[in-house]
T-cell receptor, first 113, second 111 residues
């Protein structure tokens, strides 16, 4: 059990640029979640997958955000035309199946200048 | 949509004092989970409660799930400096639903 891995750990970008983050869940975990967390706040739900199927995307999420999980293994989260308000920690979590505990990665800290 | 609230937002206690954080959901939950996040770290799972009125203990930590399955609490007896961090409750509307986190309660322990 190697844990949930996220890359990169930090990303600094200029406003208007596109960024992509990667998450490698724990092997055999079929659920994968993306959250966003800002300082002093709880993890905010963005989207989640059951294997390769995206089950739900937060209604608060703009069309600039897209996530994929091809082949039901790793996942990518892309943010297009980044804005300063996108600056946050982006957390990925996985679980063996629905209803079970989440294992979080260390996150990707995004700073938009 | 489902909302999860927690109070208090912050709590400062003297080492050895007790601590309680309360969690409330706008909708009935199928289960509730508690996580702890240390400063600079990521959330780490503590426990899951499923049954109405369920009470579970982990050493000095006591977790409770309300009868109506809309609220929960975490109580820490005789806090230690190692208890410092933010405690989040997280709930699901159905067993296979997404997990919604509360805003957390940040605990500081003064030695």
């Amino acid at each position: 059990d190697t844990g949930v891995s996220q890359n990169p750990r930090h990303k600094i970008t200029k406003r208007g640029q596109n960024v992509t983050f990667r998450c490698d869940p724990i092997s055999e975990h079929n659920r994968l979640y993306w959250y966003r967390q800002t300082l002093g706040q709880g993890p905010e739900f963005l989207t989640y997958f059951q294997n390769e199927a995206q089950l739900e995307k937060s209604r608060l999420l703009s069309d600039r955000f897209s996530a994929e999980r091809p082949k039901g293994s790793f996942s990518t989260l892309e943010i297009q035309r980044t804005e300063q308000g996108d600056s946050a920690m982006y957390l990925c979590a996985s679980s063996f199946r629905g209803g079970e505990k989440l294992f979080f990665g260390s996150g990707t800290q995004l700073s938009v200048l | 949509g489902q909302q999860v609230m927690q109070i208090p937002q912050y709590q400062h206690v003297q080492e050895g004092e007790d601590f309680t954080t309360y969690c409330n959901s706008s909708t009935t939950l199928s289960n509730i989970q508690w996580y702890k996040q240390r400063p600079g770290g990521h959330p780490v799972f503590l426990i899951q409660l499923v049954k109405s009125g369920e009470v579970k203990k982990q050493k000095r930590l006591t977790f409770q799930f309300g009868e109506a399955k809309k609220n929960s609490s975490l109580h820490i007896t005789a806090t230690q400096t190692t208890d410092v961090g933010t405690y989040f409750c997280a709930g699901r509307g159905t067993s296979y639903d997404k997990v919604i986190f509360g805003p957390g309660t940040s605990l500081s322990v003064i030695p």
